[in-house]
């Protein structure tokens, strides 16, 4: 059974990095795409990143400058870290994992983490 | 960057309604749209992929249709349980991106 956790921080203050970690259980995060999504209060969802399975990355050009993603093999790990946050940043952040080739569906998300950029 | 544009944002149906939600995207995407269902606090779950193909689990009311620019989901015989935001997701270019939503709300 293939799962996914987000962890991190829920309040982060502004001007400062949002940090966030998805752990997985139940595949390798080296045989598969996994994705970074949010989604604001009432909002629709909004596309971040991915992480490729060779580590290789790919952001969302309106967050491109404030962006990086990573990866830590050994713990089945990959993260998130955006900087300079403001209030239009809270919102609830998923990790994703792309469920085969790089262009199917998304089949397994963590439950969400929200974060709250507030001083 | 694909704009999808669903329609409509909202529908208020009965049980046992057939219900058409279509995603119409900016530039051609192959056939690399996907739907999900999202209830109230809980995570997206995928339901068709590739447009048309059922993803595991998921109740045969569910279809879906479409190529190029159009695609349609279709809930045959609606159920309660429906109830719920629907998404469609493109994964032919970066960046990815998601429709704006679908709300279905059963009378």
């Known amino acids: 059974q293939v799962q996914l956790q987000e962890s991190g921080p829920g309040l982060v203050k502004p001007s400062e990095t949002l940090s966030l970690t998805c752990t997985v259980s139940?595949?390798?995060?080296?045989?598969?795409?996994w994705n970074w999504i949010r989604q604001s209060a009432g909002k629709g969802l909004e596309w971040i990143g991915r992480?490729?399975?060779?580590?290789?990355?790919n952001y969302n050009p309106s967050l491109q400058s404030r962006l990086t993603m990573s990866r830590d093999t050994s713990k089945n790990q990959f993260s998130l870290k955006l900087t300079s946050v403001t209030a239009a940043d809270t919102a609830v952040y998923y990790c994703?994992?792309?469920?085969?080739?790089?262009?199917?569906?998304?089949?397994?998300w963590g439950q969400g983490a929200l974060v709250t950029v507030s001083s | 960057e694909i704009v999808l544009t669903q329609s409509p944002d909202f529908q208020s149906v009965t049980p046992k309604e057939k219900v058409t939600i279509t995603c119409r995207a900016s530039?051609?995407?192959?056939?690399?749209l996907h739907w999900y269902q999202q209830k109230p606090d809980q995570s997206p779950k995928l339901l068709i992929k590739?447009?048309?193909q059922s993803f595991s689990g998921v109740p045969s009311r569910f279809s879906g249709s479409g190529s190029g620019t159009d695609f349609t989901l279709t809930i045959n015989s609606l159920e309660a349980e429906d109830a719920a935001t629907y998404y469609c997701?493109?994964?032919?270019?970066?960046?990815?991106?998601f429709g704006q939503g679908t709300k279905l709300e059963i009378k």
């Open positions: 994703a994992r792309v469920g085969g080739a790089a262009t199917t569906g998304l089949d397994y």
């Open positions: 139940g595949a390798s995060i080296t045989t598969y795409y």
């Open positions: 992480v490729s399975t060779s580590g290789s990355t």
């Open positions: 530039q051609s995407i192959g056939g690399n």
């Open positions: 590739y447009a048309s």
């Open positions: 997701h493109q994964s032919s270019s970066l960046p990815h991106s």
